[in-house]
């Protein structure tokens, strides 16, 4: 069993930067992969970058391409989530993901969910 913590959510007005982090236990890190999801009030869960068990390959949604960056420490245990340029549209419930299939880059059904962590972007 694998638990995912994250942190580092918050209130950001437009434009502004936050970096989610998110510490995993319970199994070896470097053998899963690992991803970002979001859901806004209303609307479904959406897949927003994933990253593979070295870091060499990763990849994002296209509205946040460019504006995201998705990393991990395998020494740590913990992925990280560095949002600049937010958008009042990117306001969500962001949940940490891990999947046992340690090439996947692109999540669609995790094994592994975090509790969610809030970021309100205000205008």
């Known amino acids: 069993q694998v638990q995912l913590v994250e942190s580092g959510g918050g209130f950001v007005q437009a434009e502004g930067s936050l970096r989610l982090s998110c510490s995993a236990s319970?199994?070896?890190?470097?053998?899963?992969?690992m991803g970002w999801f979001r859901q806004a009030p209303g609307k479904e869960r959406e897949f927003v970058a994933g990253?593979?068990?070295?870091?060499?390959?990763?990849h994002y949604e296209d509205s946040v391409s460019g504006r995201f960056t998705i990393s991990r420490d395998n020494d740590k245990s913990t992925v990280y989530l560095q949002m600049n340029s937010l958008k009042p549209e990117d306001t969500a419930v962001y949940y940490c993901a891990a999947t046992t299939t340690p090439y996947i880059i692109k999540m669609t059904v995790p094994d592994y969910w975090g509790q969610g962590t809030q970021v309100t972007v205000s205008s």
């Open positions: 990253i593979n068990w070295n870091g060499r390959f990763t």
């Open positions: 319970g199994s070896t890190f470097d053998s899963l992969a």
